[in-house]
Nanobody, 124 residues
Framework: VQLQASGGGLVQAGGSLRLSCAASGGSFSRYAVAWFRRAPGKPREFVSS????????YYKNSVKGRFSISRDNAENTAYLSMKSVKPEDTAVYYC??????????????????WGQGTLVTVSS
């Protein structure tokens, strides 16, 4: 499966942004999708994930209540809606898929297909 992340950009602190992850080449509803991010000088970290059905979601504690993950299986697209963004949310955001299962986890090693990343910059 191929993934294409988009929607990044420059946003002021407190603002909102929605990232998209368009998938092609697979049965989208059969696999879990996640968002990870890498801030400057830091390792990549888990942000959020969603099961194939969309029923189960997980979030990094620091984004709970501010970020929302969703998916539209008919459109083969997953989303990460970000609100009340903070400067510490500045990072390259990557979408990833675990093509082996529709059940989702938070572990980076479980995700075997990755998009190219989209940069989110939050100004203070």
């Amino acid at each position: 499966v191929q993934l294409q992340a988009s929607g990044g950009g420059l946003v002021q602190a407190g603002g909102s942004l929605r990232l998209s992850c368009a998938a092609s080449g697979g049965s989208f509803s059969r696999y879990a999708v996640a968002w990870f991010r890498r801030a400057p000088g830091k390792p990549r970290e888990f942000v959020s994930s969603i099961s194939g059905s969309g029923v189960t979601t997980y979030y990094k504690n620091s984004v709970k209540g501010r970020f929302s993950i969703s998916r539209d299986n008919a459109e083969n697209t997953a989303y990460l809606s970000m609100k009340s963004v903070k400067p510490e949310d500045t990072a390259v955001y990557y979408c990833a898929a675990d093509t082996s299962t529709a059940y989702t986890t938070t572990r980076e090693e479980d995700f075997d297909s990755w998009g190219q990343g989209t940069l989110v910059t939050v100004s203070s």
